[in-house]
T-cell receptor, first 110, second 114 residues
Framework: QKEVEQNSGPLSVPEGAIASLNCTYS??????FFWYRQYSGKSPELIMF????GDKEDGRFTAQLNKASQYVSLLIRDSQPSDSATYLC??????????FGAGTILRVKS | NAGVTQTPKFRILKIGQSMTLQCTQD?????MYWYRQDPGMGLKLIYY???????DKGEVPNGYNVSRSTTEDFPLRLELAAPSQTSVYFC?????????????FGPGTRLTVL
C-alpha cells in the first residue's frame, strides 16, 4: 500500500511570507504528483501538478520534486489570508487513481 | 457545465438503514471515483470505475457497493449503515488515463450514522 506523509500542522505564516509545505511518499516508482487545496467544508481543488524533477512555477505557487529523495513540496509566495486552507498532497498510481496524504493546515495571519 | 454533482448534501441515518449517494458528471469523463474523508484525514478511495459497466474496489470498500450503468452516473450504496461510516463522501471524475489525470470533485455528502 502506497503511503503519502504530510505534517498535519497547522503551519502559521504572516501575510506576505513564503509558506513551505512538504510531502514524502513511499513508492519510488511514482511518476505523478499533485497538490490540492481544500477550504473548510468544501471539496478539494487542484492547484499544481508535477511529473519531472525540479521546480514548476505557476503564479505565486511553485512545486518542487525530488524523486531520489521521494519528496515533493509546495511553496506559496506572498501568502495571503485567502490561502488559509488544508493542502493535500496526492501521488498518482496505476488506473488513474490518487493516493492522498492527510493534509497540512495552513494559516496565514494578517 | 455543472461539473460533478452529488445528492444529498447532508443525511442522518440510523444504524442498519440503507441509502444511495448519487453522483452525476456532465463532462463525459470515463473515470469516476468515490472517496470518504474522516475528520483531519486525507481522502480514502472506496470504489472507482474506468467506464460504464466496469467498477473496482479501492482501499476501503467494505460496507459499500457501486454500479456504473451510464457514463454520467456513479451511485454509491450503503446497505447496513454503521457509525464507522460517518464521514464526508466525495465523488470525483477524470477524463482518461495518462500523464495528466486531474480529478474534479463534487461538493460532497456529509453523512452521520447514529
Amino acid at each position: 500500500q502506497k503511503e503519502v506523509e504530510q505534517n498535519s500542522g497547522p503551519l502559521s505564516v504572516p501575510e506576505g511570507a513564503i509558506a513551505s509545505l512538504n510531502c514524502t511518499y513511499s513508492d519510488r516508482g511514482s511518476q505523478s504528483f499533485f497538490w490540492y487545496r481544500q477550504y473548510s467544508g468544501k471539496s478539494p481543488e487542484l492547484i499544481m501538478f508535477i511529473y519531472s524533477n525540479g521546480d514548476k512555477e505557476d503564479g505565486r505557487f511553485t512545486a518542487q520534486l525530488n524523486k531520489a529523495s521521494q519528496y515533493v513540496s509546495l511553496l506559496i509566495r506572498d501568502s495571503q489570508p485567502s490561502d488559509s486552507a488544508t493542502y493535500l498532497c496526492a501521488v498518482g498510481e496505476y488506473g488513474n487513481k490518487l493516493v492522498f496524504g492527510a493534509g497540512t493546515i495552513l494559516r496565514v495571519k494578517s | 457545465n455543472a461539473g460533478v454533482t452529488q445528492t444529498p448534501k447532508f443525511r442522518i441515518l440510523k444504524i442498519g438503514q440503507s441509502m444511495t449517494l448519487q453522483c452525476t458528471q456532465d463532462m463525459n469523463h470515463n473515470y469516476m471515483y468515490w472517496y470518504r474523508q474522516d475528520p483531519g484525514m486525507g481522502l480514502k478511495l472506496i470504489y472507482y470505475s474506468v467506464g460504464a459497466g466496469i467498477t473496482d474496489k479501492g482501499e476501503v470498500p467494505n460496507g459499500y457497493n457501486v454500479s456504473r450503468s451510464t457514463t454520467e452516473d456513479f451511485p454509491l450504496r450503503l446497505e447496513l449503515a454503521a457509525p464507522s461510516q460517518t464521514s464526508v463522501y466525495f465523488c470525483a471524475s477524470s477524463y482518461s488515463e495518462g500523464s495528466y489525470n486531474e480529478q474534479f470533485f463534487g461538493p460532497g455528502t456529509r453523512l452521520t450514522v447514529l
